[in-house]
């Protein structure tokens, strides 16, 4: 059974950082490309950052590029996003996706982001 397990959201105050783990199992992690998506409720999904499985090839929506570093521990099945200089516009719920933008088959259930001051 795949499980994606995400953890590490909370409130932070903007310009802050926070680091997201999603613990993976029940398939070949490293085999995989990964990604992070969010979604402020009542708006669509945005694609945040994926990464291939050998990890070497990361991609970024505009808005986070040189803020969010995504990331993976193969031996320890985790995906991991760095988030420093958070905005406002940042929060939302962050899931965990199995696969990337164009082919994608499982989701965590959710970390809550908040940026507030």
């Known amino acids: 059974e795949v499980q994606l397990v995400e953890s590490g959201g909370g409130l932070v105050q903007p310009g802050g950082s926070l680091r997201l783990s999603c613990a993976a199992s029940?398939?070949?992690?490293?085999?995989?490309?990964m990604s992070w998506v969010r979604q402020v409720p009542g708006e669509g999904l945005e694609w945040v950052s994926s990464?291939?499985?050998?990890?070497?090839?990361?991609t970024y929506v505009d808005s986070v590029k040189g803020r969010f570093t995504i990331s993976r521990d193969n031996a320890k099945n985790t995906l991991y996003l760095q988030m420093n200089s958070l905005k406002v516009e940042d929060t939302a719920v962050y899931y965990c996706?199995?696969?990337?933008?164009?082919?994608?088959?499982?989701w965590g259930q959710g970390t809550q982001v908040t940026v507030s001051s």
């Open positions: 996706v199995k696969g990337n933008i164009l082919s994608n088959d499982y």
């Open positions: 029940g398939f070949t992690f490293n085999v995989y490309d």
């Open positions: 990464i291939n499985g050998g990890g070497d090839s990361t």
